[in-house]
C-alpha cells in the first residue's frame, strides 16, 4: 500500500499516456456523464500486464474531487471470447471449404432457418440472408413444385425413424432454371434439450445429366437402324449387339452370346481377319471399314459395310463393329448408271449424289460450270468444294436441313469454280427413294443464271441509287428548313410585335405593309411544314396515330376552321350528313384526317366567287367513309384532271382573285388518304362548272366492348378535368391501391393541385395521352403493366414525353426510374412536403412567372425576338450568343427558364443538355427548346425527360407565349 500511494494511476496503464487519459476522463470532469467504462492492461511489480475492466466515476472526498475505479480482472473472459472467436474462425472456414452449402433449422412446420452458408446462392440463385429466418422465403419455397410434397414426406419418416435422409430433387432458380440438389441432413439436440435439423445441400445436375445422357446414349445404340455388335478384342466372343442386328440375322441375344464375330462371317477366317484388324491393334489407323457377309440364322447371306474400330470396356479391349445392309446400295449402283446415261446427254449441270450427300457421278456440263473434274469431285460433297465467302449461309442450312429430311427443293444459290470465279445457279434437287422408301441418291440439276442475276443486281444497284439520292433530298429539306425557318422566324416574330404596336404606334400605311410581311412570311412557312411533310411522307417516316374518332364531331370541327373565310366572302358552308351516318365512330389519324378535309375546304373556298356554295356530303360504302366537297367555283377541264394531284402542279384559271397556291395541298392530302389506305378522286363538267373533291376511308372499328370501354374513358376524363387537352393544371395520379391514391389527392389538393387518378397502367396511359397533366406521380407495383414500362411508353409517345413523372412506390431502384427519365423518386411511405416540394421543383422558379430567363441562340435576331416577347411579361432576360457562353452563364447565374437553340456551330444545344445534366448537379431548370430544324423521333425520344417544351421557329409570337404560358401553369401550380 506504501508503494501503491506513491504512484499514479498511469504508473500501472503503460497503455496510457497524461494527453491520452485526459481526453478518456473529460466527459467525468464536464459533468456530461456520470461514469465511463473502459477495458485496458494493469502492470504488476514484476512487469507483467493483464487485461482488467474499469468502471469509473468522479466523487466528492471532504473538499476535493476523487475519482473511483472499480476494477474487474478480465483474463479469463479474454480468453473465452478469444476462444470463441478461433473456434468460430474455424467453423466459417470449415463450412467455407464444404462442397455445397451446409444449414441448421428449426424443426418445426414451417422449417425456420437459423443458419445456412453462402455457397447457397451459387445453388438457388438468392442470396442467404434471404433465408434466414425465413426472412424473405423458406427454403421449401425453391423446391420444384411437383416435388415439395415428396420431399416433406420423406423427411417427416426419416425423423420420426430416427434416421438420417438423404434425397435427389429438383429446385427453381432464381432466374426459373431448373436444378437437381442432393440433400443429407439428420435431427440433433442441444444442450438445452431443443430440437435441430443439420444438413448439406449440393448441386448434382451436371452428374444427373450424364446419367440421363448415358442411359440416353444406350438407348440411341438400342435403337439405331445400323447393326451394332461388340465382341471381344482376344476371344472374339459376342459380348453384346442391339436390336436391329438380332432382328437382321435371326438370333436371340443369348443365342449370340454364345457365338464369335467369325460365325456370322463367312468369308474370314482367324487368320485372314487378323490381318485385316493389323492396322487396329498396331494403332496405326483407328478404325477400317470393308465389305463383306453376314450369315443370318436361316444360312442365307447379306452384303454389308462394316465399320469397325478397337475399343477399351473395363480391362479387356473389345471390338465395336458399326454394320450396314448395302443390298439396296449395290442396286442403287446400276440405278445410277442408268440415271447417268440420261444426264450426260442434257446440257444442264447434273450430279448424283449418295442418300448422305457425296457426289458418286457428275455430267461433262457439271464441269463445264465448275472447272471441277469427276475424279476431283468424286466422295466430296459439294458444300465443302463449291461454296465460298458470298454464299448465303441460310440458304446452305436450309439445304442441309431438307437433304437431312430426305426432301427435294428448289433455290438460287452462289457457288465458286476450281478457279475461284463466283457465279450463280438455279439448282433442283430431288431424292431417289428405295423399294424400302428410304432415300438412295439425290440428283441435282443446275442452271447458271449469273446473266440474270447481274441484271438483278443492276438493277438494285439503281435502286439503292434512287433511295441514296431520296435520302440526300430529304437530308437537303431538313436543312433548308432550318436555314429558311431562322430568317422566317424574325420575320414572323417581328412582324407580330410591329402589329401589337408594343414599341409604339404604326400608321394605317405601316400596318397594312406590316401585315403584308407577316401573311408572306406565314405562307412561305406554310410551303415549307409542306414540302416536309411531302418528304416525310415519301421516306416512309411519317405514321399514323390512330385514335377513336365520331363521324358528325370531325367533320364540324373542321367546318370551323374555314368558317371564318366562307362568311367573308359570302360562300354558303353546307352539311349532308344522314343521322346514322354522323353516328360513326371508327378508327383513324385525327389530325391528318382535320388537314385532309382543310386543303379540300380551303381549294374551295379559294375558287369560289363570292357569293358561290360548298357542300360537304358524307356517308358509309363498303367498309368506308365517303367524304366529298363540292363547290361552284372555276371548275377543272378535263385535261387537268389528271395532274392536279402531282407535286407543284396548278391548274391554270383567269378567275381574278389571283389566288396564291404552290401547287402542294392536293399533293400531300392524296398521300396523306393513300397513308390511311382510302382513295381519293376529283369530278367537274369542266371550266366555270365547279368541282367536286371525294375521297374515302376505311371504317377501322374496334368491338363493341372496346367502344363503351373508350366512351367510359372519355366520360370520365371530361366529369374530371372538362374537355380533352386541358389538364396542364392537373396531376394524374397512378397506384392501384386505393387507399394510397386518397392519401396522395389529399396531399396534392391541400398543396392547391386538381387530382386525376388511375387504378392500374392501361388507364393511367390512356389518362395522360388524354389530359396531358402537368405532372404524373407514378407507382411501380401495377397489376397490370409494370411501372417502369409506363413510364418508358410515356417516354415514347410524343403526347406524353415531356410530362415530368415522379415515382411514388415501395420499389427502391432509384437509379432505374432515373435512368428511364422519372424527374423525382420518392419512397412509400411517402412524406407529404417533400412530395409538393418535388412537384414544384419540377421547373424551379418564384413568384407567378419566371424571373431570370437565359437565351442561348447564335442568331442575334432570333435572341432579339424572344427578348421582346419575354420582356412583356416581366422577365430579366439573359442573352448567350453561343453554347460554351450559355453553359458558363447558366452555371453561374441559375436562371429560372433556359431557352435553347440545338443547332449552333462549335458547341450545340446538345453539347449544352450535356453539360447542364453533368455539372447541374440537383438544379434541373425548365428548358424549352427553340429550333428551326424538324426533329426525327430519335432526336424527341432523346429530349425525353431533358426538357419540356420544344417550339419549332416561325410558328410566330402565339406559339412561343402558349408553350411559355403552359410551363408557367406547371411550374407555378396553375396560378
Not at 497 to 512: A, P, V
Request: negative net charge; proline residues 3%.
Amino acid at each position: 500500500m506504501d508503494e501503491l500511494s506513491q504512484m499514479t494511476p498511469l504508473d500501472i496503464k503503460p497503455e496510457f499516456t497524461a494527453e491520452k487519459f485526459e481526453k478518456l476522463i473529460e466527459p467525468l470532469v464536464s459533468g456530461s456523464q456520470k461514469r465511463i467504462q473502459f477495458n485496458t492492461v494493469h502492470q504488476r511489480k514484476d512487469g507483467t500486464t493483464y487485461p482488467v475492466e474499469i468502471n469509473l466515476q468522479l466523487s466528492s472526498q471532504q473538499i476535493n474531487q476523487v475519482f473511483v475505479a472499480i476494477i474487474q480482472d478480465i483474463t479469463e473472459k479474454t480468453k473465452a471470447e478469444a476462444a470463441i472467436k478461433e473456434r468460430e474462425r474455424r467453423f466459417r472456414t470449415l463450412v467455407r471449404n464444404v462442397p455445397g452449402a451446409v444449414y441448421r433449422c428449426e424443426n418445426d412446420e414451417h422449417w425456420t432457418m437459423r443458419f445456412i452458408s453462402e455457397p447457397i446462392e451459387a445453388i438457388s440463385g438468392y442470396p442467404a440472408e434471404d433465408f434466414i429466418d425465413n426472412k424473405r422465403r423458406a427454403y421449401a419455397e425453391v423446391i420444384h413444385p411437383d416435388d415439395r410434397e415428396r420431399v416433406s414426406a420423406a423427411v417427416v419418416e426419416s425423423l420420426n425413424e430416427g434416421q438420417t435422409f438423404e434425397l435427389d430433387y429438383r429446385i427453381t432458380r432464381q432466374d426459373g432454371e431448373v436444378r437437381w440438389i442432393y440433400e443429407k441432413g439428420a435431427a440433433v439436440t442441444d444442450e438445452e434439450g431443443n430440437q435441430w435439423l443439420d444438413g448439406a445441400i449440393m448441386d448434382i445436375t451436371q452428374r444427373k445429366m450424364a446419367e440421363e445422357d448415358s442411359a440416353r446414349l444406350g438407348q440411341v445404340l438400342e435403337d439405331s437402324l445400323n447393326e451394332i455388335l461388340i465382341f471381344d478384342a482376344n476371344t472374339l466372343k459376342i459380348l453384346q449387339v442391339n436390336r436391329g442386328a438380332r432382328q437382321e440375322m435371326g438370333y436371340t441375344m443369348e443365342e449370340m452370346n454364345q457365338m464369335t464375330a467369325l460365325d456370322v462371317k463367312p468369308e474370314f477366317t482367324r487368320e485372314s481377319f487378323e490381318e485385316l484388324v493389323k492396322p487396329l491393334r498396331d494403332g496405326t489407323e483407328e478404325r477400317i471399314v470393308f465389305t463383306t457377309l453376314h450369315r443370318r440364322k436361316d444360312g442365307t447371306t447379306y452384303p454389308v459395310e462394316s465399320n469397325l474400330q478397337l475399343s477399351s470396356r473395363q480391362l479387356n479391349q473389345v471390338f465395336v463393329a458399326i454394320v450396314q445392309d448395302i443390298s439396296e446400295k449395290l442396286k442403287d449402283r446400276a440405278e445410277i448408271e442408268r440415271l447417268s446415261l440420261v444426264a450426260q446427254r442434257t446440257d444442264n449441270a447434273v450430279m448424283i449424289t449418295d442418300g448422305e450427300g457425296r457426289i458418286q457421278w457428275v455430267n461433262d456440263a457439271f464441269t463445264r460450270i465448275s472447272d471441277f473434274t469427276m475424279e476431283e469431285a468424286l466422295g466430296r460433297k459439294p458444300g465443302d468444294m463449291l461454296h465460298g465467302p458470298d454464299t448465303d449461309p441460310a440458304t446452305v442450312e436450309y439445304m442441309r436441313q431438307r437433304l437431312v429430311e430426305g426432301e427435294g427443293f428448289n433455290v438460287e444459290v452462289v457457288n465458286y469454280g476450281k478457279s475461284g470465279r463466283k457465279y450463280w445457279l438455279s439448282l433442283d434437287v430431288q431424292p431417289v427413294r428405295s423399294e424400302k422408301g428410304g432415300v438412295s441418291n439425290f440428283v441435282a440439276v443446275e442452271s447458271d443464271i449469273t446473266e440474270r442475276k447481274e441484271a438483278e443486281e443492276a438493277v438494285r444497284g439503281a435502286k439503292e441509287a434512287a433511295e441514296e439520292a431520296n435520302r440526300i433530298k430529304s437530308e437537303f429539306l431538313a436543312n433548308m428548313s432550318h436555314e429558311l425557318r431562322t430568317p422566317l422566324n424574325a420575320i414572323i416574330g417581328f412582324s407580330e410585335i410591329l402589329l401589337d404596336q408594343t414599341f409604339g404606334e404604326l400608321n394605317q400605311k405601316q400596318s397594312r405593309q406590316t401585315k403584308h410581311i407577316l401573311d408572306s412570311g406565314r405562307h412561305l412557312l406554310s410551303l415549307i411544314n409542306d414540302i416536309l411533310d411531302l418528304s416525310k411522307v415519301e421516306s416512309g417516316k411519317m405514321e399514323l396515330e390512330l385514335s377513336p374518332i365520331n363521324l358528325n364531331e370531325w367533320l364540324d370541327s373542321t367546318m370551323v376552321l374555314i368558317k371564318e373565310k366562307t362568311t367573308k366572302h359570302g360562300i354558303s358552308l353546307k352539311l349532308d350528313c344522314p343521322q346514322e351516318v354522323g353516328e360513326l365512330n371508327f378508327h383513324a389519324d385525327e389530325r391528318k384526317l382535320k388537314q385532309i378535309m382543310f386543303n379540300l375546304l380551303s381549294n374551295a373556298a379559294k375558287f369560289t366567287p363570292d357569293g358561290g356554295s360548298i357542300t360537304i356530303e358524307a356517308a358509309q360504302e363498303d367498309g368506308k367513309v365517303k367524304v366529298s366537297v363540292s363547290d361552284t367555283g372555276v371548275g377543272i377541264a378535263e385535261k387537268d384532271k389528271k395532274r392536279i394531284f402531282d407535286e407543284f402542279e396548278q391548274v391554270d384559271s383567269t378567275y381574278s382573285r389571283n389566288q396564291q397556291g404552290t401547287g402542294l395541298g392536293l399533293a400531300l392530302t392524296r398521300k396523306l388518304v393513300d397513308l390511311h389506305g382510302g382513295d381519293i378522286w376529283v369530278e367537274s363538267a369542266g371550266e366555270g362548272q365547279g368541282s367536286t373533291f371525294g375521297f374515302t376511308i376505311p371504317l377501322r372499328t374496334s368491338d363493341s366492348a372496346q367502344d363503351e370501354a373508350a366512351s367510359a374513358a372519355a366520360e370520365e376524363v371530361r366529369g374530371a378535368v372538362g374537355q380533352e387537352g386541358e389538364g396542364g393544371e392537373h396531376v394524374l395520379v397512378i397506384d392501384d391501391d386505393p387507399m394510397a391514391r386518397e392519401l396522395l389527392e389529399g396531399y396534392l389538393k391541400e398543396g392547391g393541385f386538381q387530382v386525376v387518378s388511375a387504378a392500374n397502367g392501361a388507364k393511367g396511359l390512356e389518362l395522360a395521352r388524354k389530359i396531358r397533366p402537368a405532372a404524373i406521380t407514378l407507382d411501380i407495383m401495377l397489376p397490370d403493366i409494370n411501372g417502369f414500362e409506363v413510364l418508358r411508353q410515356l417516354r415514347e409517345d410524343q403526347k406524353t414525353s415531356t410530362i415530368p413523372v415522379i415515382i411514388v412506390s415501395i420499389s427502391d431502384d432509384h437509379e432505374k426510374g432515373v435512368r428511364l427519365g422519372a424527374a423525382e423518386f420518392l419512397q412509400k411511405p411517402v412524406d407529404k412536403s417533400r412530395l409538393l416540394n418535388s412537384l414544384m421543383g419540377i421547373t424551379p422558379c418564384s413568384g407567378d412567372g419566371f424571373g431570370k430567363v437565359l437565351v442561348v441562340d447564335d442568331d442575334p435576331a432570333d435572341v432579339e425576338l424572344v427578348t421582346d416577347i419575354l420582356s412583356g411579361l416581366g422577365c430579366q432576360i439573359i442573352p448567350a450568343p453561343g453554347g460554351a457562353e450559355g453553359i458558363e452563364i447558366a452555371l453561374r447565374e441559375k436562371p429560372d427558364l433556359i431557352v435553347l437553340d440545338l443547332h449552333m456551330p462549335e458547341v450545340s444545344g446538345w453539347d449544352v443538355l450535356e453539360a447542364l445534366r453533368d455539372q447541374g448537379g440537383d438544379w434541373h431548370p425548365p428548358i424549352m427548346i427553340f429550333t428551326g430544324v424538324s426533329l426525327s423521333p430519335e432526336e424527341r425520344q432523346s429530349l425525353a425527360g431533358r426538357v419540356q417544351a420544344v417550339v419549332l421557329k416561325g410558328g410566330g409570337k402565339a406559339e412561343l407565349l402558349k408553350e411559355i404560358g403552359r410551363l408557367t401553369k406547371m411550374a407555378f401550380n396553375g396560378s
